[in-house]
């Protein structure tokens, strides 16, 4: 009866475990985005939160074929994998503490006592030989849930590790599209400033000729080519930016700078605004968000460890046992009388040392309330990301649709005014002011027209619904690139 009532105690402290369960958080959010009534809700597949390969609506291989290789080579995403590497390496670790820890170990000495310690003794008779081997095992006996509650934060941990991988990728395609429509706006924009200076050097050369015959004085060609000079210098600005760009692409898809000039450096028109997803609700985002399920995962493994610290408190039960042989020779090890062995329960307690367990248990607790305000930090982020997204693009749409009447009405002026001054009805002031401000609203609409489709990505971003999990490459320590 005795083992059968200790076998029932232990059955039914092993059923509990100290410190507090883990409660997903409960947080009033909206029934739904206030800029949402705008977006795109007739949502096809390709249109859709739940897309799993947005950027293929760009109808674009070359940004499709930058967003593989990213997805499979950026350094970024292979530290993120790596960080998952280690995450489930040590799961597995702390999986190992429920069970019996078992080493082996074996010996052989040669010990010789002094004459003064066996007075008479022949000198061959003072020697002694062992010989030892045995195997241990140590197993704690896990009542209050100490090693469980270490399993359960190792495997939240790992979790949230897999989730920032997810984040990482969502984050990576985000920016490799942006910079890419970043790239080509930047080169349609390199594209009209060099349209204005060929026109500008129209303008220069009639005015050169009106004063190469009298008609017109040096102020006008001085004015005329200051003009031109200033256009062709925003021209060389927007070179640099280019290849400014260029090289950040690269180095986002994990090869080095100057390894994509010759393909982006090709001009390609700037990709169409794609249809808006539909955002859905603010509850459905913050299920599909990888960086709030991260910072959920987070604040498990602190509530968790609150128990593990919790557990020193009280005592902790370590059952051992050696089996083993010890013999003065060799030949004799393992033999019938060489066995030895020994089974034995230790007991550990801290309360001599409670002060420095309720600090430990004081620290776990505050790392917990810090993981808690970092998920809910992360749920105003995911939910303030998606409603700029959203009032961007709705605002970006309305920005495009007046600019671009703003370029082509001073593009029509322009041409008008350069047709008055031709018929002496005007000044060349007017022409010059004409073209300034046609290439300020040429260049207004076509960095407007980057930030729409950007826009797009953002808000495709910020949903990160259904993206595809792509296993950047595991590289070992002694390759290369």
Known sequence: MRPLALALVTALLSACAVGPDFVRPTLAVPAQFMHAANADTTANAATTAEDAEFWRGFDDPLLTQLVEQALVANHDLRIALANVDRA?????????????????DADASRS?????????????????DSVAANARASWELDLLGRVRRG???????????????????????????RSYVGLRGLQERARVARANADNQRETLTLVQARFD????????TARARAQREATLAQVAALDAEVGIAIHRIAVLAGRMPDALDAELSAVAPLPAVPAAPDPGTPGELLRRRPDVAAAEQRLHAATARIGVATADLFPRFTLGALIGSQAAT?????????????????????????????????AADADAQAALAQYERSVLLSLRDTGDALLRLDQARIEDTHLQQAASDSAEAARLARVRFQAGASDLLEVLDAERTRLSAEDAFAAARTRSVASAIALHQALAGGWPQRSPRRIGVADTD
């Open 88 to 104: 489930e390496a040590m799961r597995r670790g702390s999986r190992l503490d429920a069970l019996p820890q078992i080493t082996a």
């Open 330 to 362: 060799g030949s004799a090890l393992f033999g019938g009388d060489s066995e030895t062995g020994l089974v034995a329960l230790g007991i550990d307690w801290s309360f001599l040392d409670a002060g420095r367990v309720r600090a430990r248990i004081a």
């Open 151 to 177: 399993i359960e934060a190792s495997n939240a941990d790992a979790a949230a590790s897999h989730a920032d991988l997810r984040a990482m990728q969502v984050a990576i395609v985000g920016d490799i599209a």
């Open 213 to 220: 015959a009298g008609r017109d004085n040096a102020f006008d």
């Open 112 to 128: 010789r006592a002094s004459a003064d310690q066996l007075p008479g003794a022949a000198r061959n008779d003072r020697d002694v």
